[in-house]
């Protein structure tokens, strides 16, 4: 992981806002209850500039299975969608 300052650290990600890649891992980082979706990327670059733009922010139970045991979801997860910024800039990685 990236090093970096507490303060960069986004304290919430807001529907329909830019944030770079980088912003997003940190959150991540922060936040271990949260799950991103994005239909192109397969890798969050932690030292990344281009942007992803919020699409949706919801709450689920997650239901899975690991080693063939049910995991019973006890506290709901914060799911967000994550498309290509439409500010000119590339959401996805070179």
Do not use: W
């Not at 992803?52 to 914060?78: F, G, M, N, W």
């Not at 498309?83 to 959401?91: E, H």
């Amino acid at each position: 992981m990236a090093v970096y300052h507490y303060n960069e650290v986004p304290k919430e990600l807001q529907v329909n806002h830019l944030y770079t890649l980088r912003q997003i891992r940190l959150f991540m980082t922060a936040n271990n209850n949260c799950l991103f979706l994005h239909r192109d990327l397969n890798a969050l670059d932690a030292e990344s500039n281009k942007k992803v733009t919020v699409v949706s922010k919801d709450e689920y139970y997650i239901h899975q299975y690991a080693d063939r045991s049910y995991l019973i979801p006890y506290e709901k997860k914060v799911i967000y969608h994550l498309s290509q910024a439409d500010d000119g800039t590339q959401g996805g990685l070179s």
